[in-house]
């Protein structure tokens, strides 16, 4: 099936700082990709949708400017978490829908990134 | 609205036995349907999908799924569960579109013991 790699893994940074999570489609080109947050114990929570050459759209409740999402390619997303604090402390997954005339439209999901902000 | 609803939270199983957890959607249209698992500290994998056709599904590592469109479900079935199968499932439904997202329930837990 199709690849969907995210790094780093796990991260952790000084309350304050930014950090940067990618997400890549390894054998496809998606012009969509989606930014999940999972808190512990719950669910996926869509935090924007990531559409290559345009800006994204973010979920109702999501800081624009506290998440930046950049999709400058058809295989890589990049997740900035700026200015992190403690609270932003969670496990990020990226996804990505193979294209119809390629495959189903199925998602397919990263690996997760766990950031910590200390 | 649409949403989602995995009631169990947490479901303990003796390895060999059968599973069975429930996944019920509310959606305006005919929805695409998933199940996801997920093992600790790891991104989601698939298990099975529901697009049209059969409404029983078969996924892998043994996994099944029927789609009950006059119930609004679409339970994931396992008739011998292994230790292995211990994670958390997600079931997901969406619209048969390119760009729209899914929305996931809040997963359930599954323990196995020996």
């Known amino acids: 099936g199709a690849v969907v790699s995210q790094h780093p893994s796990r991260v952790i940074c000084k309350s304050g700082t930014s950090v940067k999570i990618e997400c890549r489609s390894l054998?496809?080109?998606?012009?969509?990709m989606f930014w999940y947050r999972q808190f512990p114990k719950q669910s996926l929570m869509l935090m924007a949708t990531?559409?290559?050459?345009?800006?994204?759209?973010?979920e109702q409740g999501v800081e624009k400017d506290k998440f930046l999402i950049n999709h400058a390619s058809l295989t890589l997303s990049t997740l900035t978490v700026t200015s992190a604090h403690p609270e932003d402390s969670s496990f990020y997954i990226c996804?990505?829908?193979?294209?119809?005339?390629?495959?189903?439209?199925?998602?397919?999901f990263g690996e997760g990134s766990r950031l910590t902000v200390l | 609205a649409q949403s989602v609803t995995q009631p169990d939270i947490h479901i303990t199983v003796s390895e060999g036995a059968s599973l069975e957890l429930r996944c019920n959607y509310s959606?305006?249209?005919?929805?695409?349907l998933f199940w996801y698992v997920q093992s600790p500290g790891q991104g989601l994998q698939l298990l099975l999908k529901?697009?049209?056709?059969?409404?029983l599904v078969q996924g892998i590592k043994g996994f099944e799924a029927e789609f009950k469109r006059s119930q609004s479900s679409f339970n994931l079935r396992k008739p011998s569960v292994h230790w292995s199968d211990a994670a958390e499932y997600f079931c997901?439904?969406?619209?048969?579109?390119?760009?729209?997202?899914?929305?996931f329930g809040t997963g359930t837990l599954l323990a196995v013991q020996p």
């Open positions: 997901a439904v969406g619209p048969p579109s390119a760009t729209n997202k899914l929305i």
């Open positions: 996804s990505a829908r193979v294209p119809r005339g390629v495959g189903t439209g199925e998602l397919f």
């Open positions: 959606y305006g249209a005919t929805p695409y």
């Open positions: 529901y697009f049209s056709g059969d409404t």
């Open positions: 990531s559409n290559e050459g345009s800006k994204a759209t973010y």
């Open positions: 054998d496809f080109q998606a012009t969509t």
